[in-house]
């Protein structure tokens, strides 16, 4: 019996990765997909062990290839010098206060973008050809393009998302394919470090790499291999519809009804109870379907950590 294929999402830091995994889990709910790998977690779960066809989290491909039979990878390119202030605001101005000491443990000066990149050479890693290395194992352009040529790629960029929403949706058989935006404040973070010419400077030749690579995927719009073919080992339903079980419970239930069962079962009353208020008078409005409804309230609910 052949081993299911997996769906990888390389979630390279600063791209939209939670919106992706947002639209994911909307669409073949939580049972079915896996996010969590992430930077702080040492040592890393062993990825024969997951089970579940859609794997996702912060690591790059290197990590995944003992498992010798993912389908198709996909991610989302950002505009380099973008993504490398977004990092830098995140590591020094950041919410996560963790993070920001960690960095500052390694010798990060949030006062010095410069004098931080040249002492601290985890941060050099996460800047110079950190998009190529997540997807290929290189951090040269040439080498990263001749893998991705040659692999199973999905690649979208942050400014053309619905592109990338469309083709990972034709490929899947995603039946929601608006890409929710999250983390706006850190996407659009500026400060002066970003007019400083020295610091521009620095980062186009630190980011030279990638930002060939970029420049490919986003003269294309959206890299579709024409080796991913029809996926039919993934072990995902046709039909995928993660929000059926409430909606055909619930069918009984009025409007006001269901608003506070929906608060309830998916968000486990642990969110603000105006929500399930809002609701409410959006479904008496009109303006909302019960299915509308139950896709934002799983928004909320990862987003604020109520899903894992």
Not at 121 to 133: I, K, P, V
Not at 184 to 199: I, P, Y
Not at 221 to 247: H, I, M, Q
Not at 259 to 284: D, S, V
């Amino acid at each position: 019996m052949s081993t299911p294929l997996k769906v990888i999402a390389l979630h390279i830091p600063k791209t939209a990765g939670t919106s992706l995994r947002l639209m994911l889990r909307k669409n073949f709910g939580t049972e079915m997909t896996w996010w969590g790998i992430d930077n702080k977690e040492d040592p890393r779960p062993d990825p024969k062990t997951i089970k579940t066809p859609i794997i996702g989290g912060h690591a790059p491909l290197d990590y995944y290839r003992q498992l010798e039979n993912f389908a198709l990878m996909i991610s989302t390119l950002r505009e380099p010098i973008s993504r490398a202030f977004s990092f830098w605001h995140y590591i020094t101005m950041g919410s996560d206060q963790n993070v920001v000491d960690q960095w500052e443990d390694r010798g990060v000066d949030r006062k010095n973008l410069i004098a931080s990149i040249e002492r601290v050479s985890e941060l050099r890693a996460e800047l110079a050809g950190q998009q190529c290395f997540y997807l290929t194992g290189f951090r040269e352009y040439a080498k990263a393009r001749a893998v991705i040529k040659s692999g199973r790629y999905i690649v979208g960029v942050m400014t053309r998302l619905p592109l990338f929403a469309g083709a990972i949706a034709e490929t899947l058989g995603m039946r929601f394919r608006r890409f929710p935006l999250t983390n706006e404040g850190s996407r659009n973070a500026k400060d002066s470090v970003s007019s400083d010419r020295c610091v521009l400077a620095l980062l186009k030749e630190l980011t030279r790499e990638d930002r060939m690579l970029y420049a490919d995927i986003d003269a294309a719009g959206v890299y579709a291999s024409n080796r991913v073919g029809t996926l039919t080992r993934l072990n995902l339903p046709e039909a995928t519809d993660p929000f059926g079980k409430y909606l055909v419970d619930s069918e009984p239930l009025g409007d006001a009804e269901f608003a506070n069962y929906a608060y309830k079962e998916i968000l486990g009353t642990q969110a603000p109870p105006r929500i399930a208020t809002l609701w409410k008078e959006r479904l008496q409005a009109g303006k909302v379907e019960r299915r509308d409804i139950c896709a934002e309230a799983f928004e909320v609910a990862i987003l604020n950590g109520l899903i894992n």
